[in-house]
């Protein structure tokens, strides 16, 4: 028995790696090895642009004080996809996470340090700060013209140091 995983590109459905994989075989006289297909989940994609992956980008620059580095795909998997990919258009997503060269990830003694972590709830919450930042100017923008029934008070900016 072996294992192989496939990390989906986009317009490639998972049961089109599946039959690629078994033309693939079969044109090789391969056609005894049994497929069994154990999960998948759809690709999900976001625009740099869109609200949530500039909070982050804009973030991380903050905290860290240096450019984030995008990437157009996270080479990981997850069930990102079943939770962000089935709304039309897909649910903005930015991946992000801590660790540094000794933190060994996904390994048995996988770590990080508690400096990195204390910096990354910060890095959270600038995040959470500028999401809400803009979920707020853009309430202030579509009421503008009618701020004295405005239903809520515009959230107060917090002063950090």
């Known amino acids: 028995m072996a294992g192989l995983r496939f990390r989906l590109v986009p317009d490639l459905p998972a049961v089109g790696v599946a039959s690629l994989l078994r033309e693939h075989l079969d044109v090789r006289g391969f056609r005894d090895i049994e497929i069994i297909e154990l999960g998948s989940a759809p690709l999900v994609k976001s625009s740099a642009k869109s609200s949530v992956a500039r909070a982050v980008i804009e973030s991380t620059f903050e905290v860290y004080g240096v450019p984030a580095l995008v990437y157009p795909m996270d080479p990981s998997s997850g069930p990102v996809g079943a939770v962000c990919g089935v709304t039309n258009p ?32 910060k890095f959270i919450g600038r995040v959470i700060h500028r999401l809400a930042e803009g979920k707020s100017k853009s309430v202030e923008r579509s009421s503008a013209s009618t701020s004295s029934e405005r239903a809520t008070a515009p959230l107060p900016r917090p002063k950090y140091s």
């Open 90 to 121: 897909p649910t903005p997503v930015a991946s992000f996470g801590t660790s540094y060269a000794g933190s060994n990830p996904h390994g048995p003694d996988e770590n990080i340090r508690v400096e990195d972590f204390l910096q990354s709830i």
